[in-house]
C-alpha cells in the first residue's frame, strides 16, 4: 500500500545533540511537508520542498534542517540551535503544490523529547 | 496572510449526540477548505473538503458548507460515536501559485458512551 512512513515513532535527544527524523514516500508526489505540532497551537510549518534538489523555509524554520536528494524521501534535522524541540513532528506530501485540492497524505508522526 | 479559526475546546458530548465544531477564516479571493481529524499517537487524516463556495463535504456522517458570506466551514454530524473521540482541525488552501495548507489550531472532542 502507498503511503508515508516516518522513523523513529519516538525519538530522545540529549541537550546539545542533531537529530534527524526520517520521512519516506512510495506515493510519487512531487510536493513534501513538515510540521510541527505543540499542545494548543496545531500545525506550524517548517519546511517544504516541492521538487528534488529544492526547499524552502516555511513559518518556523529556524534550528531545523532539511534536503531533498530523492523524490521519495525528506528527512528533517532538529538541530542543537533549535531551543525548544519537544514535539511531535508530522510529514505530510501531495501531488503538487497545489496538490491540497486532493489532499495532504500524512505520516504518523515522530514524537521527539529533549531529555 | 490567511488564518484559520476555531472554537476553543474541548468539547465532550454523550453518544448519539448533535456536533457543531465551528471554523472561520481569512482570506483572499476564494480558498478551499478543509476538515482533519488526527486520532490519538497518529498523523492526520482527511475527513472532507470544499472546493468552492455553497459546495458541501461530507464524509463518515460529517458535513461541513463552504459559507462565503460568513467565511465559515462548521462541521457537523448528527448523531457522535465514541469512535469519534480526536482531535478536528479546519484548515484552508489559499489561492496564490504556492499556498500551503494553514491549520487552525484543533478541537478535542470526546465522546462518552
Known amino acids: 500500500d502507498g503511503g508515508i512512513t516516518q522513523s523513529p515513532k519516538y525519538l530522545f535527544r540529549k541537550e546539545g545533540q542533531n537529530v534527524t527524523l526520517s520521512c519516506e514516500q512510495n506515493?510519487?508526489?512531487?510536493?513534501m511537508y513538515w510540521y510541527r505540532q505543540d499542545p494548543g497551537q496545531g500545525l506550524r510549518l517548517i519546511y517544504y520542498s516541492q521538487i528534488v534538489n529544492d526547499f524552502q523555509k516555511g513559518d518556523i524554520a529556524e534550528g531545523y534542517s532539511v534536503s531533498r536528494e530523492k523524490k521519495e524521501s525528506f528527512p528533517l534535522t532538529v538541530t542543537s540551535a533549535q531551543k525548544n524541540p519537544t514535539a511531535f513532528y508530522l510529514c505530510?506530501?501531495?501531488?503538487?503544490?497545489?496538490?491540497?485540492?486532493?489532499?495532504?497524505?500524512f505520516g504518523s508522526g515522530t514524537r521527539l523529547t529533549v531529555v | 496572510g490567511d488564518s484559520v479559526t476555531q472554537m476553543e475546546g474541548p468539547v465532550t458530548l454523550s453518544e448519539e449526540a448533535f456536533l457543531t465544531i465551528n471554523c472561520t477564516y481569512t482570506a483572499t479571493g476564494y480558498p478551499s477548505l478543509f476538515w482533519y481529524v488526527q486520532y490519538p499517537g497518529e498523523g492526520l487524516q482527511l475527513l472532507l473538503k470544499a472546493t468552492k463556495a455553497d459546495d458541501k463535504g461530507s464524509n463518515k456522517g460529517f458535513e461541513a458548507t463552504y459559507r462565503k458570506e460568513t467565511t465559515s466551514f462548521h462541521l457537523e454530524k448528527g448523531s457522535v460515536q465514541v469512535s469519534d473521540s480526536a482531535v478536528y482541525f479546519c484548515?484552508?488552501?489559499?489561492?496564490?501559485?504556492?499556498?500551503?495548507?494553514?491549520f487552525g489550531k484543533g478541537i478535542t472532542l470526546s465522546v462518552r458512551p
Open positions: 506515493l510519487n508526489h512531487d510536493a
Open positions: 484548515a484552508l488552501l489559499g489561492t496564490g501559485a504556492n499556498s500551503k495548507l494553514t
Open positions: 505530510a506530501s501531495s501531488m503538487t503544490s497545489q496538490g491540497a485540492l486532493y489532499g495532504y497524505t
